[in-house]
């Protein structure tokens, strides 16, 4: 009976953890039903179950998404005084950018920072926000982030705000090189300005307005001007393309703001274990 049906304490435990292990629900609810030896040997439904889930995440939220945020970033701060975070106002003091590094990314940078490459994904969260990552290599050729923002648009505004508060957290210390999606690898045999003018006349493209703007560009992408530039291996932005991949598999984007957090971090903090492995 309804009346009867009850998620115990012990079980909201487990609820919560599975949860903020990435479980999906139907998984979830499949495991406790196999502990106790079958779906009728357990006091609640997989109704109850979600609708549990639903209550927590009205309860989180129930301060709205500003005093939330504030009070996850509080939480962060008394586990390590080092976390860094920064977020910016609009005119109606409402939180548009956010950006946040931990300790250990800060400190990952200090030693990896001198190539950085940076992304934006959509899709990671309930708003579609873009979601800016930035990522490097270690001594051991694996991921490591250096910091992380969430973006309200992709606008110049924004941008100039996020570079200026990431250099902040790290210091001030620029990194040598940078890989973004705007700045195309093309990688050729013969002589780069030679293949290029041959293509321009193949496909009769040489007044393509987006090309010649490209082209006053390539001392920053094209291979032929960048061979000495240290890219500690790198050519393209495929470890953001990775990571983002990573981010798919372990987000959903009907999370709110603090769960999106809380798997976020268990996404880094994969990466991290990487590291010791190594």
């Given at each position: 009976?309804?009346?009867?049906?009850?998620?115990?304490?012990?079980?909201?435990?487990?609820?919560?953890?599975?949860?903020?292990?990435?479980?999906?629900?139907?998984?979830?609810?499949?495991?406790?039903?196999?502990?106790?030896?079958?779906?009728?040997?357990?006091?609640?439904?997989?109704?109850?179950?979600?609708?549990?889930?639903?209550?927590?995440?009205?309860?989180?939220?129930?301060?709205?998404?500003?005093?939330?945020?504030?009070?996850?970033?509080?939480?962060?701060?008394?586990?390590?005084?080092?976390?860094?975070?920064?977020?910016?106002?609009?005119?109606?003091?409402?939180?548009?950018?956010?950006?946040?590094?931990?300790?250990?990314?800060?400190?990952?940078?200090?030693?990896?920072?001198?190539?950085?490459?940076?992304?934006?994904?959509?899709?990671?969260?309930?708003?579609?926000?873009?979601?800016?990552?930035?990522?490097?290599?270690?001594?051991?050729?694996?991921?490591?982030?250096?910091?992380?923002?969430?973006?309200?648009?992709?606008?110049?505004?924004?941008?100039?705000?996020?570079?200026?508060?990431?250099?902040?957290?790290?210091?001030?210390?620029?990194?040598?090189?940078?890989?973004?999606?705007?700045?195309?690898?093309?990688?050729?045999?013969?002589?780069?300005?030679?293949?290029?003018?041959?293509?321009?006349?193949?496909?009769?493209?040489?007044?393509?307005?987006?090309?010649?703007?490209?082209?006053?560009?390539?001392?920053?992408?094209?291979?032929?001007?960048?061979k000495r530039t240290f890219t500690a291996g790198m050519k393209t932005i495929q470890l953001n393309e990775c990571f983002n991949a990573d981010l798919k598999d372990c987000l959903c984007t009907d999370l709110n703001i603090v769960e999106f957090f809380t798997h976020f971090k268990r996404v880094v903090n994969q990466k991290q274990d990487k590291e010791l492995e190594a």
């Amino acid at each position: 009976m309804p009346s009867q049906r009850k998620v115990a304490a012990t079980y909201a435990i487990e609820i919560d953890l599975s949860h903020e292990s990435g479980l999906r629900l139907k998984i979830s609810y499949e495991l406790f039903s196999k502990q106790v030896g079958g779906y009728d040997n357990l006091n609640f439904t997989k109704q109850d179950h979600k609708n549990y889930l639903c209550t927590k995440r009205q309860r989180d939220m129930e301060h709205g998404e500003a005093a939330s945020l504030g009070r996850y970033f509080s939480c962060q701060l008394k586990e390590n005084p080092s976390y860094y975070f920064a977020t910016q106002l609009d005119c109606k003091e409402l939180i548009t950018n956010i950006f946040w590094a931990d300790a250990r990314m800060i400190i990952d940078y200090s030693h990896f920072g001198d190539v950085i490459t940076f992304d934006t994904t959509y899709s990671t969260n309930r708003d579609a926000r873009p979601l800016g990552v930035f990522l490097g290599l270690n001594h051991h050729r694996e991921t490591v982030v250096f910091g992380v923002a969430l973006l309200y648009d992709e606008t110049i505004e924004s941008f100039v705000w996020l570079f200026e508060t990431f250099l902040e957290a790290i210091f001030e210390k620029k990194p040598i090189t940078i890989f973004t999606d705007q700045d195309a690898t093309i990688s050729a045999e013969i002589k780069f300005l030679t293949a290029w003018n041959e293509m321009l006349d193949k496909y009769d493209v040489r007044e393509n307005k987006w090309l010649i703007d490209l082209f006053k560009l390539k001392e920053k992408w094209a291979q032929a001007y960048v061979k000495r530039t240290f890219t500690a291996g790198m050519k393209t932005i495929q470890l953001n393309e990775c990571f983002n991949a990573d981010l798919k598999d372990c987000l959903c984007t009907d999370l709110n703001i603090v769960e999106f957090f809380t798997h976020f971090k268990r996404v880094v903090n994969q990466k991290q274990d990487k590291e010791l492995e190594a």
